[in-house]
């Protein structure tokens, strides 16, 4: 019996500047320009920094660990993307997040592609990573790059996000065979 796979949803993968709206406070919108005129500063700024979602980790970044903001109620939208203010919020060397998430202990796994990884890390956060996409393999399909989960329950909460890993290149989902 050959193995059985699943493969992700085509259709369009919405921006996540639907969701980076949504997640500033009201202060930030009314100080931006307008939706319309704010979404093409956030996708050029997205293309830059590798992916929607990880400007988008960026910013839930910033929202959750500026201590400032409560105060100021944050600069407008497109003066933080215009001013690269998201460069400090994005995990790396110069970054003000602490945590690259990534397990200390080489006996522990953790999911080969430093990409897709630190783009599931930025959306969904380190529990979901270490649960589900840590236990996978990446494994070539007929079509494109599948991820092999090790447990059905592992297959069923990252069908939840097919859209994030359609988006980041993968075709879908195969179980191992026994």
Known sequence: MGAVFLQFPTEAVQSSFVDAWAAIPSTMKTRSLSRAKLKPIWDAAAKRVGGQDVLLGALRAYLKGDKDLPKSGGPALDRWLKNEKYDHWLEGENSVVTS???????AKPYFPDKRI?????????????????????????????????????????????????????LYGIRMATA
């Not at 690259?100 to 080489?106: E, L, R, V």
């Not at 630190?118 to 007929?142: K, T």
């Open 100 to 106: 690259t998430g990534i397990p200390a202990d080489p």
């Open 117 to 169: 990884r630190d783009a599931v890390l930025a959306s969904q956060g380190l529990p979901f990573v270490v649960s589900y996409l840590d236990q996978c393999q990446l494994v070539e399909g007929p079509l494109g790059p599948l991820l092999q989960p090790k447990t059905d329950y592992a297959r069923r909460k990252l069908l939840e996000h097919a859209g994030l890993f359609k988006s980041l290149g």
